[in-house]
């Protein structure tokens, strides 16, 4: 009989991504992680050495543990957390499973330092519309769920960067900003090695909203329509933040599962 902690990579593929998705604790040991250093979308490195230390602060979490094969060090894993209160699985088959099944995986090469806390931090410009919407969404969702984003003036970008350890983003003369056509969100997908085709249908949505360019997507005006709605309903940058997250969950789940569903009144009539 199967255990009843296992989830396969084709489970957990359809949960990342979601607001609700689990945690994600990658304790792949050095040579492993050399061999292939990318990471599942969303996940963090641990060791599993002082696991004392760090399994009581996923207390009523739900945990997803990754080794190199879904074996003793994340089994092992799960059971300490488990024991500390977390509702801890083990990723069937472990990282090669995932990497095998041709899953999305995340490149680290242009990863952000992390703060003490394990964060990377951001910083762009204040009043957000559109892309510096987008680009917190795909990296809470897709890269680091405890991102931490500072919205500020646009003339005090730079300084704040340079005073706080933060990285720029879409503003002009940095790394991680428009591209000729394709927008930051564009290059965010692009550097993070985020294949997905879902993503890649919400970024044609994005670009189209965010450079003027409706024609790319049906609903680039309907995602600009409700950004800008968004920026009026709310005057602190970090509750159009929250409000916006779940702007785009629905857009991503609209692009991975319902595109191709039609509506219609009243429901089963016919011609």
């Not at 002082?50 to 879904?70: E, F, H, M, N, S």
Request: proline share 8%.
């Amino acid at each position: 009989m199967p255990s009843p902690h296992l989830i396969t990579p084709a489970q957990l593929a359809r949960r990342i991504g979601l607001p609700d998705a689990p945690a994600l604790i990658d304790l792949r040991i050095a040579e492993d992680e050399a061999a292939d250093p990318r990471l599942l979308p969303g996940s963090r490195r641990a060791t599993h050495g002082d696991i004392a230390d760090w399994a009581p602060t996923w207390r009523g979490r739900a945990v997803v543990l990754i080794c190199q094969k879904g074996q003793k060090l994340s089994q092992g894993a799960a059971a300490w957390l488990r024991h500390h209160g977390a509702g801890a699985e083990t990723l069937d088959g472990g990282f090669l499973a995932w990497a095998q099944a041709g899953l999305p995986l995340v490149s680290p090469a242009r990863m952000p330092p992390r703060d003490a806390k394990g964060r990377t931090l951001w910083v762009t410009r204040a009043r957000p519309k559109v892309d510096r919407i987008a680009c917190p969404w795909l990296i809470r969702r897709f890269v680091d769920p405890e991102a931490v984003f500072l919205f500020v003036a646009p003339s005090e970008v730079a300084a704040v960067a340079e005073r706080f350890g933060a990285t720029p983003f879409d503003v002009e003369g940095v790394f991680w900003s428009h591209r000729g056509p394709l927008c930051t969100f564009d290059a965010m997908l692009q550097e993070f090695g985020l294949e997905l085709p879902a993503l890649d249908h919400l970024a044609r949505i994005v670009r189209g909203a965010d450079t003027a360019e409706p024609g790319l997507a049906p609903e680039a005006a309907g995602l600009l329509a409700a950004s800008l709605g968004l920026s009026r309903l709310h005057c602190d940058d970090l509750a159009q933040l929250e409000a916006g997250m779940t702007l785009y969950d629905a857009f991503f789940r609209w692009c991975r599962d319902a595109a191709q569903e039609t509506h219609n009144w009243p429901a089963g009539r016919t011609a």
